[in-house]
């Protein structure tokens, strides 16, 4: 089945510095992938749609330039929480949809649990 | 603007017994996907189950069904004979079938126990 990597799998940071995050679809390309954050006890709430060569697509109040997404190949996108701070901890989700399948469902990543000290 | 609303924060099922999570949904588009994902404590989003708008037929995946109601927008999820490793979040999803258009917009979730 299809399957996707997200990593690391779990990170922790000091105030101030950058993290990124890794989403790689492993046995199919990707021309989109999308960017979930999820709080404790709390639902998927997408952050941003990241395109295959081209800027990703951000949802209303999530900040361009704190969240920074690259989708430079078919197979891989990258989130990167710039200057991350206390209130940046949170579970990030990537998921993939297959290139050329527009009926077929996302596949998750399975997560990073980020926490900034 | 598309909604999903999960109107049960928690539910509970005896071991072997059926148990049915609600999920209504709002939008203005006649041709779209709904989806139930399960999330066990891993974290990992699972697929359940997922209905096109356009077939009227219900879909199901062994023990897991679903009652699709077009005109009331409404998505249930029914598992039965439930297992111990059905415990998770049930999160219903939305997705438009509008091309360019492929996010999912989540319900809140339902946490499912089940009881021994």
């Known amino acids: 089945g299809a399957v996707v990597s997200q990593h690391p799998s779990w990170v922790i940071c000091k105030s101030g510095t950058s993290v990124k995050i890794e989403c790689r679809s492993l046995d199919f390309q990707a021309t989109t992938m999308f960017w979930y954050r999820q709080f404790p006890k709390q639902s998927l709430m997408l952050m941003a749609t990241s395109n295959e060569g081209s800027k990703a697509t951000y949802e209303q109040g999530v900040e361009k330039d704190k969240f920074l997404i690259n989708h430079a190949s078919l197979t891989l996108s990258t989130l990167t929480v710039t200057s991350a701070h206390p209130e940046d901890s949170s579970f990030y989700i990537c998921?993939?949809?297959?290139?050329?399948?527009?009926?077929?469902?996302?596949?998750f990543g399975d997560g990073t649990r980020l926490s900034i000290l | 603007a598309q909604t999903v609303t999960q109107s049960q924060p928690e539910m509970s099922v005896q071991e072997a017994e059926t148990v049915t999570l609600s999920c209504t949904y709002d939008t203005s588009e006649s041709d779209y996907y709904l989806f139930w994902y399960k999330q066990p404590p891993s974290r990992q989003m699972i697929l359940v189950i997922r209905q096109e708008a356009y077939k009227q037929q219900n879909a199901t995946e062994n023990r897991f069904s679903v009652n699709f109601q077009k005109a009331a927008k409404s998505f249930s999820l029914k598992i039965s004979d439930s297992q111990l490793g059905d415990a998770a979040m049930y999160f219903c999803a939305y997705r438009s079938h509008t091309s360019g258009t492929y996010k999912y917009i989540f319900g809140t979730g339902t946490r499912l126990k089940v009881l021994a």
């Open positions: 998921s993939a949809r297959p290139a050329g399948q527009i009926n077929q469902p996302q596949h």
